[in-house]
C-alpha cells in the first residue's frame, strides 16, 4: 500500500516537472521571438524608408525627362504636352503632374506612396554661398489634372514667378533656375504592432526631391 502511494507520488511529480519544463521551453521561445520580431519589422522600416526617398527622386526625374523643354517652361502651366507643342518631335506626352506622380510609383512601394497635397511645387531658386538652394519669387503649382497622355490643364494650376538675377547671393550674375521640387509622403505600418520598437518610430515617413529642369 505504502510502494503503491510513493510510485503514484514519483509518477505526479514527474507529469508536473514535465509541465513545469513546456512552460518555461515555450516562455524562454516567445523571448527568443521577440528580439528577432523586432529586427525583422526594423529592417522593413528602413527599407519603406529608403523605398520613400527613392520615390522623390524618380518623381522629380520623370517631371524632368517630361518638361525640360523650353516650350514646357514654367513647367507648372506649360507642360502639357501636344496642348501646347507646335511639332510632335518635341511634344511631352504628359503634364508635369502625371509625369511625377507615375514616376513616385515605380517603386517597391507602388501607389502607397503619394504627393503631399496632390501637388507638384515648380519654382525658381539661387544657390547661396553655403550651396543650399533658395527660393526666389514666388512658387508655382501644379495639380491633379484628367490623367493620360495630352491632359488638359488643371484650371487651378500657378505659374512660378522669378526674379532676373540672384541678387545678394554668391554670384550675383547668375540667373535663377527654374526647379521642380517633389514632397511625398508614405504611411508605414509595423508589421507586429506594439512588439516591435519599429511601432514607436514615426509612421509617417516623408522625402523631398528637387530638380533643375531649365
Known sequence: MIGQMLRRRRFHYAE?????????????LFLLTIPVMNVVDLAFYAFT????????????????????TADALPAAMRCYGVNTSTTSSSANNL???DAVNQGIQETAL?????????????????????????????????????????????????????VSTCSGFQDTSAVPGEYIVVNVTHSYQSIFGFVSVASLLPATMTATAYVRID
Open 16 to 28: 508536473s516537472e514535465r509541465g513545469a519544463a513546456a512552460v518555461e521551453l515555450a516562455f524562454a
Open 49 to 68: 524608408w529608403m523605398q520613400t526617398q527613392n520615390a522623390a527622386q524618380m518623381g522629380a526625374q520623370a517631371g524632368f525627362s517630361n518638361c525640360n
Open 95 to 97: 503634364t508635369l503632374f
Open 110 to 162: 507602388n501607389s502607397t506612396v503619394t504627393l503631399v497635397s496632390s501637388q507638384v511645387t515648380d519654382g525658381y531658386f539661387c544657390s547661396s554661398s553655403a550651396n543650399v538652394l533658395t527660393q526666389v519669387g514666388t512658387l508655382g503649382y501644379a495639380y491633379a489634372d484628367a490623367g493620360g497622355v495630352g491632359a488638359s490643364a488643371n484650371t487651378n494650376d500657378v505659374a512660378p514667378v522669378g
